[in-house]
């Protein structure tokens, strides 16, 4: 049976990525897609999440309308120098037939978990402001929660929003605490492992070359992300963040694991910083009594490239 998973999302051109190799691996079962700020404004997202859908050929596919600004903080707003001003590479495509659904995402992610305990997953592509709510206003959904998978974080690694902190976790690090506290299995796919899975040009040359829908989205939204690193780390490549979480659900083989509590700095300079217990953590200290946390290290960049292109060439 495949997997059945819930994708909270801001997109955003890697979560597109992200969401298109969810849809096109089948032994994964999308059971709806969930907004939020970050890539752009939530309103943006919201769009672009029912256009990714119709594209893929799967209006059926619910989505909710989530958070529009953090817990406790401001939004300090999106990431279009990356994204483009409508989040999907400034190509303003039309809007979906379809409308979102009438119900918020934090409540959607619970009743989404519930209709079938034990075997759903969230994966978080965005700030965790949504599933942190979901979690405030069910505490005990952790214990009817398969996993949750999410994009963001950095253990070991300097961060891309500040030189402390990844952006995701930047833009709602009390969410965030919230959710590296849950009693359920949590894995973070952070720029640790992010940084060392890379597309080169020739792997993203290879989606024009793909005679579907997603594929020539993602042709066509490339080229804006592409000019983005090239600027910043004046390579010809990009560094997959979103979807190494979909990788992980399918191939959790080509990951290195270390489990350790992961607590989130939420003031200051250092605000967003993941910080993951060490040895040499007093008993007494902030960690004491939290879940350990799937902090994935490393990876075969190669075959995890390899094996999401083989899914977009299907």
Known sequence: MPRK???DTDPGIDDAMAIFYAL?????????????????????CTINALRLLEIAGRPDIPVAEGAHRPLVSRFHGPADFVHGKDGQGDTFLPPAAAKPVGVHAAQFLIDAVMSDPGNVTIVALGPLTNVA???????????????????????YVPGNASPAAEANIFND??????VFGAACPVTMAGLDVTSRIRMTADDLDR?????????QHMARLLPCYRSF????????????HDSTTISWLLHPELFTVEARPVR???????RGKTWPANKSSRPDSDWEGRPAVN????????????VELEAFAR
């Open 24 to 44: 096109r691996s089948p032994e994964l079962e999308v059971l709806g897609l969930t907004t939020v700020y970050g890539n752009a404004h939530t309103e943006t």
């Open 229 to 240: 690193y090239y600027g910043q780390l004046g390579v010809h490549e990009i560094l997959v």
């Open 5 to 7: 998973i819930v994708i």
């Open 264 to 270: 989130v700095e939420t003031e200051g300079i250092s």
């Open 133 to 155: 709510m979901a979690l405030l206003l069910r505490p005990d959904l952790p214990a009817y929660t398969r996993e949750i998978v999410l994009m963001g974080g950095n253990a």
């Open 207 to 215: 989606f024009a070359t793909f005679p579907n829908a997603e594929s």
């Open 295 to 306: 902090i994935l290290v490393a990876a075969n960049g190669p075959e995890a490239v390899r």
């Open 173 to 178: 690090p009390a969410a965030a605490d919230i």
